[in-house]
Protein backbone atom coordinates (compact mmCIF):
# COMPACT_ATOMS: atom_id res chain seq x y z
CA UNK A 1 0.00 0.00 0.00
CA UNK A 2 1.25 3.69 -0.78
CA UNK A 3 1.37 6.59 1.59
CA UNK A 4 0.47 9.81 -0.15
CA UNK A 5 1.70 13.42 1.24
CA UNK A 6 -0.09 15.91 0.57
CA UNK A 7 1.03 20.25 0.28
CA UNK A 8 -0.10 23.34 -0.79
CA UNK A 9 1.05 25.13 -3.29
CA UNK A 10 0.33 28.82 -5.41
CA UNK A 11 -0.94 28.89 -8.74
CA UNK A 12 -1.91 31.93 -10.81
CA UNK A 13 -5.04 31.43 -12.44
CA UNK A 14 -5.69 33.61 -15.89
CA UNK A 15 -6.74 36.49 -14.02
CA UNK A 16 -2.99 36.31 -12.57
CA UNK A 17 -4.66 36.81 -9.10
CA UNK A 18 -2.36 34.15 -6.54
CA UNK A 19 -4.93 31.50 -5.16
CA UNK A 20 -3.97 28.39 -2.67
CA UNK A 21 -5.34 25.03 -3.74
CA UNK A 22 -4.20 21.29 -2.68
CA UNK A 23 -1.66 19.46 -4.23
CA UNK A 24 -1.79 15.66 -3.14
CA UNK A 25 0.61 13.24 -4.61
CA UNK A 26 -0.87 12.02 -8.07
CA UNK A 27 -2.21 15.30 -8.85
CA UNK A 28 -3.15 16.36 -12.63
CA UNK A 29 -2.96 19.92 -12.54
CA UNK A 30 -5.71 22.25 -13.63
CA UNK A 31 -4.42 23.25 -16.81
CA UNK A 32 -4.31 19.93 -18.21
CA UNK A 33 -8.07 19.38 -17.55
CA UNK A 34 -9.09 22.44 -19.43
CA UNK A 35 -6.79 21.12 -22.31
CA UNK A 36 -9.26 17.75 -22.37
CA UNK A 37 -12.19 20.17 -21.46
CA UNK A 38 -13.50 19.39 -24.94
CA UNK A 39 -13.85 15.51 -24.52
CA UNK A 40 -17.16 13.72 -24.85
CA UNK A 41 -19.07 12.60 -22.59
CA UNK A 42 -19.58 9.22 -21.77
CA UNK A 43 -21.70 6.98 -19.16
CA UNK A 44 -20.28 7.38 -16.09
CA UNK A 45 -20.49 11.06 -16.34
CA UNK A 46 -17.23 11.83 -17.21
CA UNK A 47 -14.91 12.34 -20.52
CA UNK A 48 -12.22 10.95 -22.57
CA UNK A 49 -10.42 11.51 -25.70
CA UNK A 50 -8.47 8.92 -27.63
CA UNK A 51 -7.10 5.84 -24.94
CA UNK A 52 -4.35 6.13 -23.24
CA UNK A 53 -5.35 9.86 -22.35
CA UNK A 54 -7.19 9.46 -18.99
CA UNK A 55 -10.51 9.94 -18.82
CA UNK A 56 -11.98 13.18 -16.37
CA UNK A 57 -14.65 12.63 -14.07
CA UNK A 58 -16.64 15.44 -12.26
CA UNK A 59 -17.06 14.36 -8.72
CA UNK A 60 -19.48 17.34 -6.39
CA UNK A 61 -17.27 16.95 -3.32
CA UNK A 62 -19.59 16.29 0.13
CA UNK A 63 -20.51 18.68 2.29
CA UNK A 64 -17.74 18.33 5.65
CA UNK A 65 -18.37 21.56 7.39
CA UNK A 66 -19.56 20.67 11.02
CA UNK A 67 -23.19 20.95 10.51
CA UNK A 68 -23.06 18.11 7.71
CA UNK A 69 -21.05 15.65 10.27
CA UNK A 70 -23.22 13.06 12.12
CA UNK A 71 -22.51 10.24 14.34
CA UNK A 72 -18.79 9.68 15.32
CA UNK A 73 -18.34 5.94 15.37
CA UNK A 74 -15.29 3.59 17.05
CA UNK A 75 -14.82 0.42 16.26
CA UNK A 76 -12.20 -2.35 16.39
CA UNK A 77 -11.08 -5.01 13.70
CA UNK A 78 -10.08 -8.09 14.18
CA UNK A 79 -6.90 -8.41 13.11
CA UNK A 80 -4.88 -11.77 12.75
CA UNK A 81 -1.52 -11.71 12.04
CA UNK A 82 -0.50 -14.10 9.05
CA UNK A 83 -3.89 -14.80 8.11
CA UNK A 84 -7.28 -15.58 8.92
CA UNK A 85 -7.87 -18.53 11.28
CA UNK A 86 -9.74 -20.79 8.57
CA UNK A 87 -9.40 -24.07 9.73
CA UNK A 88 -10.74 -27.41 11.28
CA UNK A 89 -10.13 -28.44 14.71
CA UNK A 90 -11.46 -31.74 17.04
CA UNK A 91 -11.57 -31.12 20.57
CA UNK A 92 -12.97 -33.87 22.28
CA UNK A 93 -15.63 -35.11 20.91
CA UNK A 94 -16.40 -31.39 19.34
CA UNK A 95 -15.26 -29.99 15.69
CA UNK A 96 -14.93 -26.29 16.04
CA UNK A 97 -14.24 -24.78 12.87
CA UNK A 98 -12.74 -21.75 13.14
CA UNK A 99 -13.00 -18.38 10.99
CA UNK A 100 -11.42 -15.53 12.53
CA UNK A 101 -9.43 -12.23 12.18
CA UNK A 102 -10.09 -10.96 8.72
CA UNK A 103 -8.99 -7.52 9.66
CA UNK A 104 -10.38 -4.82 8.18
CA UNK A 105 -11.89 -6.57 5.01
CA UNK A 106 -14.75 -9.28 6.73
CA UNK A 107 -17.12 -8.06 4.58
CA UNK A 108 -15.40 -8.45 1.77
CA UNK A 109 -15.09 -11.83 2.24
CA UNK A 110 -17.84 -12.66 4.38
CA UNK A 111 -19.93 -15.04 1.84
CA UNK A 112 -17.10 -16.57 0.58
CA UNK A 113 -15.63 -17.64 3.93
CA UNK A 114 -18.17 -18.49 5.22
CA UNK A 115 -18.77 -21.55 2.83
CA UNK A 116 -15.06 -22.07 2.36
CA UNK A 117 -15.10 -23.33 6.40
CA UNK A 118 -18.28 -24.69 5.82
CA UNK A 119 -17.07 -27.03 3.34
CA UNK A 120 -13.78 -27.51 5.55
CA UNK A 121 -15.75 -28.88 8.41
CA UNK A 122 -18.42 -30.88 5.85
CA UNK A 123 -14.98 -32.89 3.89
CA UNK A 124 -13.61 -34.12 8.00
CA UNK A 125 -14.64 -37.54 9.07
CA UNK A 126 -16.70 -35.70 12.10
CA UNK A 127 -18.46 -33.57 9.81
CA UNK A 128 -19.46 -36.78 7.70
CA UNK A 129 -21.17 -38.07 10.91
CA UNK A 130 -23.08 -34.61 11.59
CA UNK A 131 -26.53 -35.16 9.72
CA UNK A 132 -28.54 -32.32 9.31
CA UNK A 133 -30.81 -32.58 11.80
CA UNK A 134 -27.96 -32.52 14.67
CA UNK A 135 -27.66 -29.20 17.05
CA UNK A 136 -24.80 -27.05 15.17
CA UNK A 137 -23.75 -23.84 16.93
CA UNK A 138 -22.19 -20.67 15.75
CA UNK A 139 -20.43 -18.35 17.75
CA UNK A 140 -20.59 -15.03 17.23
CA UNK A 141 -23.49 -12.87 15.58
CA UNK A 142 -21.22 -10.56 13.31
CA UNK A 143 -21.10 -11.00 9.53
CA UNK A 144 -18.78 -13.73 9.50
CA UNK A 145 -21.41 -15.53 12.44
CA UNK A 146 -24.51 -14.62 9.89
CA UNK A 147 -23.05 -15.75 7.13
CA UNK A 148 -22.01 -19.10 8.18
CA UNK A 149 -25.28 -19.78 9.68
CA UNK A 150 -27.05 -18.13 6.88
CA UNK A 151 -24.79 -20.78 4.40
CA UNK A 152 -25.90 -23.77 6.80
CA UNK A 153 -29.44 -23.08 6.44
CA UNK A 154 -28.83 -23.08 2.40
CA UNK A 155 -27.38 -26.47 3.09
CA UNK A 156 -30.33 -27.58 4.50
CA UNK A 157 -29.19 -27.83 8.11
CA UNK A 158 -32.52 -27.64 10.46
CA UNK A 159 -31.09 -26.92 13.67
CA UNK A 160 -28.72 -24.26 14.41
CA UNK A 161 -28.25 -21.88 17.12
CA UNK A 162 -26.45 -18.48 16.99
CA UNK A 163 -24.77 -17.48 20.51
CA UNK A 164 -23.83 -14.07 21.00
CA UNK A 165 -22.65 -12.03 23.61
CA UNK A 166 -23.66 -8.82 21.92
CA UNK A 167 -25.92 -8.53 18.11
CA UNK A 168 -26.39 -5.13 17.68
CA UNK A 169 -23.99 -2.38 17.31
CA UNK A 170 -21.27 -4.54 16.48
CA UNK A 171 -18.45 -3.97 14.03
CA UNK A 172 -20.44 -5.56 11.48
CA UNK A 173 -22.41 -2.99 11.80
CA UNK A 174 -20.28 -0.30 12.15
CA UNK A 175 -18.40 -1.08 8.72
CA UNK A 176 -17.88 1.31 5.86
CA UNK A 177 -19.11 -1.08 2.55
CA UNK A 178 -15.92 -1.17 0.49
CA UNK A 179 -15.25 -4.42 -1.37
CA UNK A 180 -11.69 -4.68 -1.70
CA UNK A 181 -9.75 -7.12 0.21
CA UNK A 182 -7.46 -4.73 1.87
CA UNK A 183 -6.20 -3.91 5.94
CA UNK A 184 -5.07 -7.80 6.19
CA UNK A 185 -2.16 -9.08 7.42
CA UNK A 186 -1.69 -12.12 5.09
CA UNK A 187 1.43 -14.46 4.24
CA UNK A 188 2.29 -14.49 0.63
CA UNK A 189 0.97 -18.48 0.75
CA UNK A 190 -2.10 -17.36 1.27
CA UNK A 191 -3.00 -14.77 -0.74
CA UNK A 192 -4.32 -17.29 -3.56
CA UNK A 193 -6.98 -18.61 -1.15
CA UNK A 194 -7.56 -15.24 0.11
CA UNK A 195 -8.18 -14.15 -3.78
CA UNK A 196 -10.31 -17.25 -4.55
CA UNK A 197 -12.55 -16.19 -1.37
CA UNK A 198 -12.89 -12.84 -2.11
CA UNK A 199 -14.20 -13.71 -6.08
CA UNK A 200 -16.53 -16.06 -4.43
CA UNK A 201 -17.94 -13.39 -2.73
CA UNK A 202 -17.85 -10.74 -5.25
CA UNK A 203 -19.90 -13.33 -6.86
CA UNK A 204 -22.84 -13.13 -4.30
CA UNK A 205 -22.64 -9.36 -3.61
CA UNK A 206 -23.20 -8.70 -7.56
CA UNK A 207 -26.06 -10.86 -7.68
CA UNK A 208 -27.59 -9.15 -4.80
CA UNK A 209 -26.82 -5.68 -6.63
CA UNK A 210 -28.35 -7.33 -9.62
CA UNK A 211 -31.32 -8.55 -7.87
CA UNK A 212 -30.85 -12.17 -8.68
CA UNK A 213 -30.55 -13.29 -4.24
CA UNK A 214 -34.06 -13.44 -3.34
CA UNK A 215 -33.52 -13.27 0.31
CA UNK A 216 -31.22 -9.73 -0.39
CA UNK A 217 -34.09 -7.09 -1.17
CA UNK A 218 -31.19 -4.45 -1.35
CA UNK A 219 -27.74 -3.93 0.67
CA UNK A 220 -25.21 -4.25 -2.45
CA UNK A 221 -24.90 -2.27 -5.28
CA UNK A 222 -22.14 -1.82 -8.73
CA UNK A 223 -20.44 1.79 -7.97
CA UNK A 224 -17.11 3.36 -9.16
CA UNK A 225 -13.87 2.64 -6.88
CA UNK A 226 -11.45 4.95 -6.38
CA UNK A 227 -8.01 4.32 -5.57
CA UNK A 228 -4.71 6.03 -5.84
CA UNK A 229 -3.44 2.56 -7.83
CA UNK A 230 -4.34 -0.57 -8.78
CA UNK A 231 -1.82 -2.28 -5.83
CA UNK A 232 -3.92 -0.20 -3.02
CA UNK A 233 -6.88 -1.57 -4.49
CA UNK A 234 -5.94 -5.66 -3.80
CA UNK A 235 -8.37 -6.09 -6.79
CA UNK A 236 -6.39 -6.84 -9.43
CA UNK A 237 -6.39 -10.60 -8.67
CA UNK A 238 -10.63 -10.16 -9.59
CA UNK A 239 -9.88 -8.91 -12.70
CA UNK A 240 -10.35 -11.17 -15.76
CA UNK A 241 -12.33 -13.82 -12.92
CA UNK A 242 -14.79 -11.54 -11.77
CA UNK A 243 -14.18 -7.32 -12.57
CA UNK A 244 -13.07 -5.48 -15.81
CA UNK A 245 -9.91 -3.92 -15.74
CA UNK A 246 -9.23 -0.47 -13.72
CA UNK A 247 -9.26 2.78 -16.12
CA UNK A 248 -6.83 5.83 -15.40
CA UNK A 249 -8.85 8.41 -14.63
CA UNK A 250 -9.11 11.97 -13.05
CA UNK A 251 -11.54 13.37 -11.12
CA UNK A 252 -12.11 16.90 -11.08
CA UNK A 253 -14.06 18.27 -8.09
CA UNK A 254 -15.30 21.70 -9.69
CA UNK A 255 -13.03 23.94 -7.45
CA UNK A 256 -9.81 23.78 -9.06
CA UNK A 257 -8.60 20.50 -7.72
CA UNK A 258 -7.96 16.80 -9.54
CA UNK A 259 -6.81 14.25 -9.01
CA UNK A 260 -5.21 11.13 -10.57
CA UNK A 261 -6.50 7.91 -9.95
CA UNK A 262 -7.43 4.76 -11.44
CA UNK A 263 -11.68 3.70 -11.61
CA UNK A 264 -12.82 0.19 -11.25
CA UNK A 265 -15.99 0.63 -12.60
CA UNK A 266 -17.69 -2.36 -11.09
CA UNK A 267 -16.56 -2.06 -7.88
CA UNK A 268 -19.26 -3.21 -5.41
CA UNK A 269 -20.96 -1.27 -2.29
CA UNK A 270 -21.91 -3.26 0.65
CA UNK A 271 -23.90 -1.75 3.14
CA UNK A 272 -23.67 -2.91 5.87
CA UNK A 273 -26.16 -2.13 8.52
CA UNK A 274 -28.66 -3.09 5.80
CA UNK A 275 -27.20 -6.24 4.76
CA UNK A 276 -27.24 -7.28 8.68
CA UNK A 277 -30.75 -6.83 9.30
CA UNK A 278 -31.67 -8.62 6.23
CA UNK A 279 -28.96 -11.47 7.31
CA UNK A 280 -31.19 -11.27 10.92
CA UNK A 281 -34.46 -10.69 9.31
CA UNK A 282 -33.86 -14.42 7.21
CA UNK A 283 -32.32 -16.44 9.90
CA UNK A 284 -35.26 -15.34 12.40
CA UNK A 285 -37.19 -17.66 10.67
CA UNK A 286 -34.61 -20.24 10.16
CA UNK A 287 -32.57 -20.04 13.01
CA UNK A 288 -32.09 -19.57 17.26
CA UNK A 289 -30.13 -17.23 18.53
CA UNK A 290 -29.47 -17.36 22.26
CA UNK A 291 -27.46 -14.40 24.04
CA UNK A 292 -24.70 -15.19 26.25
CA UNK A 293 -20.68 -15.38 26.48
CA UNK A 294 -19.11 -18.41 25.85
CA UNK A 295 -16.23 -19.33 27.81
CA UNK A 296 -15.58 -22.80 26.42
CA UNK A 297 -16.89 -24.29 23.63
CA UNK A 298 -17.22 -26.97 25.03
CA UNK A 299 -20.40 -25.71 26.65
CA UNK A 300 -22.19 -26.03 23.92
CA UNK A 301 -24.49 -29.33 23.48
CA UNK A 302 -22.73 -29.35 19.93
CA UNK A 303 -20.57 -31.79 17.85
CA UNK A 304 -19.68 -28.96 15.14
CA UNK A 305 -19.30 -25.92 16.24
CA UNK A 306 -18.34 -22.73 13.96
CA UNK A 307 -15.83 -20.40 15.86
CA UNK A 308 -16.80 -16.35 14.50
CA UNK A 309 -16.43 -14.51 17.30
CA UNK A 310 -14.38 -11.90 15.72
CA UNK A 311 -11.58 -10.15 18.62
CA UNK A 312 -13.41 -12.64 20.99
CA UNK A 313 -12.40 -15.30 19.00
CA UNK A 314 -8.85 -13.94 20.18
CA UNK A 315 -9.55 -14.87 23.60
CA UNK A 316 -11.09 -18.24 23.09
CA UNK A 317 -8.49 -19.70 21.56
CA UNK A 318 -5.68 -17.93 23.66
CA UNK A 319 -5.02 -16.72 20.30
CA UNK A 320 -1.95 -14.32 20.64
CA UNK A 321 -2.25 -13.05 16.80
CA UNK A 322 -5.34 -11.12 17.23
CA UNK A 323 -5.00 -7.84 17.24
CA UNK A 324 -7.45 -4.98 17.46
CA UNK A 325 -7.11 -2.20 15.11
CA UNK A 326 -9.33 0.55 15.79
CA UNK A 327 -10.98 2.67 12.90
CA UNK A 328 -12.82 5.72 13.56
CA UNK A 329 -15.93 7.25 11.13
CA UNK A 330 -17.98 9.87 10.84
CA UNK A 331 -21.17 9.36 9.57
CA UNK A 332 -22.68 12.41 7.06
CA UNK A 333 -26.47 14.23 6.94
CA UNK A 334 -28.02 16.36 4.97
CA UNK A 335 -26.16 15.34 1.80
CA UNK A 336 -26.91 15.41 -2.10
CA UNK A 337 -26.98 11.17 -2.60
CA UNK A 338 -26.36 11.03 -6.11
CA UNK A 339 -23.18 12.88 -5.75
CA UNK A 340 -22.18 10.45 -3.72
CA UNK A 341 -22.31 7.22 -5.65
CA UNK A 342 -18.96 6.04 -5.89
CA UNK A 343 -16.11 4.63 -3.11
CA UNK A 344 -12.79 6.36 -2.85
CA UNK A 345 -10.08 5.41 -0.72
CA UNK A 346 -6.42 7.04 -0.78
CA UNK A 347 -4.06 6.37 1.95
CA UNK A 348 -1.83 8.98 3.73
CA UNK A 349 0.63 8.83 6.23
CA UNK A 350 1.68 6.83 9.20
CA UNK A 351 1.88 8.16 12.58
CA UNK A 352 0.95 7.94 16.57
CA UNK A 353 -2.04 8.84 18.27
CA UNK A 354 -2.47 10.55 21.47
CA UNK A 355 -2.30 7.60 22.53
CA UNK A 356 0.98 6.68 21.57
CA UNK A 357 -0.30 3.73 18.90
CA UNK A 358 0.82 3.33 15.62
CA UNK A 359 -1.63 4.28 12.99
CA UNK A 360 -1.94 4.04 9.50
CA UNK A 361 -3.79 7.03 8.10
CA UNK A 362 -6.27 7.38 5.20
CA UNK A 363 -9.54 9.13 3.62
CA UNK A 364 -12.33 7.03 2.11
CA UNK A 365 -16.40 7.63 1.78
CA UNK A 366 -18.81 5.05 0.95
CA UNK A 367 -22.47 5.85 0.21
CA UNK A 368 -23.62 4.25 3.38
CA UNK A 369 -26.92 4.64 4.55
CA UNK A 370 -28.03 3.82 8.06
CA UNK A 371 -31.67 2.32 7.91
CA UNK A 372 -34.19 4.77 9.82
CA UNK A 373 -32.26 7.77 9.11
CA UNK A 374 -33.18 10.66 6.63
CA UNK A 375 -33.10 9.62 3.06
CA UNK A 376 -30.11 12.63 2.84
CA UNK A 377 -28.32 11.01 5.77
CA UNK A 378 -26.26 9.48 2.91
CA UNK A 379 -22.28 9.13 3.50
CA UNK A 380 -19.55 7.80 5.88
CA UNK A 381 -16.15 8.88 5.80
CA UNK A 382 -13.08 7.43 7.29
CA UNK A 383 -10.75 6.37 8.53
CA UNK A 384 -7.79 5.17 10.59
CA UNK A 385 -6.20 1.85 11.25
CA UNK A 386 -4.85 2.37 14.84
CA UNK A 387 -2.87 -1.28 15.64
CA UNK A 388 -3.76 -1.89 19.25
CA UNK A 389 -6.38 0.66 19.60
CA UNK A 390 -9.25 -0.57 22.13
CA UNK A 391 -12.16 1.52 23.86
CA UNK A 392 -9.63 2.15 26.43
CA UNK A 393 -7.99 4.82 23.74
CA UNK A 394 -10.57 6.05 21.90
CA UNK A 395 -7.84 8.45 19.91
CA UNK A 396 -10.51 10.91 19.72
CA UNK A 397 -8.41 13.49 18.09
CA UNK A 398 -8.31 11.49 14.85
CA UNK A 399 -11.54 12.70 14.30
CA UNK A 400 -10.38 15.88 13.62
CA UNK A 401 -7.81 14.49 11.53
CA UNK A 402 -9.96 12.77 9.50
CA UNK A 403 -11.99 15.43 8.40
CA UNK A 404 -8.65 17.91 7.68
CA UNK A 405 -7.98 15.01 5.50
CA UNK A 406 -10.41 14.58 3.79
CA UNK A 407 -11.20 18.70 2.89
CA UNK A 408 -7.52 18.84 1.96
CA UNK A 409 -8.11 15.29 -0.45
CA UNK A 410 -10.69 17.87 -2.12
CA UNK A 411 -9.15 20.66 -2.08
CA UNK A 412 -12.15 22.51 0.67
C1 LIG B 1 -13.80 1.28 10.80
C2 LIG B 1 -13.97 -0.02 10.08
C3 LIG B 1 -14.31 -0.02 8.71
C4 LIG B 1 -14.44 -1.23 8.04
N1 LIG B 1 -14.76 -1.19 6.70
C5 LIG B 1 -14.80 -2.34 5.99
C6 LIG B 1 -15.08 -2.31 4.61
O1 LIG B 1 -15.30 -1.24 4.03
N2 LIG B 1 -15.06 -3.49 3.93
C7 LIG B 1 -14.81 -4.68 4.55
O2 LIG B 1 -14.78 -5.71 3.88
N3 LIG B 1 -14.58 -4.74 5.88
C8 LIG B 1 -14.55 -3.60 6.61
N4 LIG B 1 -14.27 -3.63 7.94
C9 LIG B 1 -13.93 -4.94 8.55
C10 LIG B 1 -15.15 -5.70 8.99
O3 LIG B 1 -16.05 -4.83 9.62
C11 LIG B 1 -14.75 -6.82 9.94
O4 LIG B 1 -13.74 -7.62 9.36
C12 LIG B 1 -15.96 -7.70 10.25
O5 LIG B 1 -17.05 -6.92 10.65
C13 LIG B 1 -15.61 -8.73 11.31
O6 LIG B 1 -16.77 -9.49 11.51
P1 LIG B 1 -16.84 -10.59 12.63
O7 LIG B 1 -18.15 -11.27 12.45
O8 LIG B 1 -15.61 -11.40 12.60
O9 LIG B 1 -16.77 -9.78 14.01
P2 LIG B 1 -17.80 -8.85 14.79
O10 LIG B 1 -18.66 -8.05 13.91
O11 LIG B 1 -16.97 -8.11 15.78
O12 LIG B 1 -18.73 -9.87 15.57
C14 LIG B 1 -18.23 -10.68 16.60
C15 LIG B 1 -19.39 -11.40 17.25
O13 LIG B 1 -18.86 -12.34 18.18
C16 LIG B 1 -19.49 -12.15 19.44
N5 LIG B 1 -18.59 -12.64 20.48
C17 LIG B 1 -17.30 -12.30 20.71
N6 LIG B 1 -16.80 -13.01 21.73
C18 LIG B 1 -17.80 -13.82 22.16
C19 LIG B 1 -17.91 -14.78 23.17
N7 LIG B 1 -16.87 -15.11 23.97
N8 LIG B 1 -19.10 -15.41 23.37
C20 LIG B 1 -20.17 -15.11 22.60
N9 LIG B 1 -20.11 -14.21 21.59
C21 LIG B 1 -18.94 -13.58 21.39
C22 LIG B 1 -19.79 -10.67 19.47
O14 LIG B 1 -20.79 -10.38 20.44
C23 LIG B 1 -20.30 -10.48 18.05
O15 LIG B 1 -21.64 -10.93 17.95
C24 LIG B 1 -14.20 -2.46 8.69
C25 LIG B 1 -13.91 -2.46 10.05
C26 LIG B 1 -13.79 -1.26 10.74
C27 LIG B 1 -13.47 -1.28 12.19
Known amino acids: MSTNSSREEETAPASGQLTRRTVIAGFVGTASVLALAACAPNAAGGSSLASGVPEIRKIVPPRLDTAYLGEKVLCYRPMRKGAPNMSVDVVGNQLIAHNYGHGGSGWTLAPGTARYVVDLAEATE ?6 KTDPVYVVGAGVIGLFTAYELVQRGYTNVTVVADKFEKLTSHNAGGLLAPVSMD ?9 DQIGIDAYKFYARVAAGDEPNFPGGAKIVPSYFDTREDSGLEPYVGQVMKPAKDVVLDFGNGTTRAMVAYDDGIFMDTAVMMHALRAYLDAHVTFEQRKVVDFAELPGALVFDSAGLGSGALNGDGDVVS ?20 LVYFSE ?7 KVKRSFYIFPKHLPGTGVNDVGVVGGTFVEGGTSETPNEQEFDTLIAGAKSFYGI
Open 351 to 357: GTTQAGQ
Open 126 to 131: QGKAVS
Open 325 to 344: VQGHLIMLKDQVPEDLQSMI
Open 186 to 194: NAPEIQKII
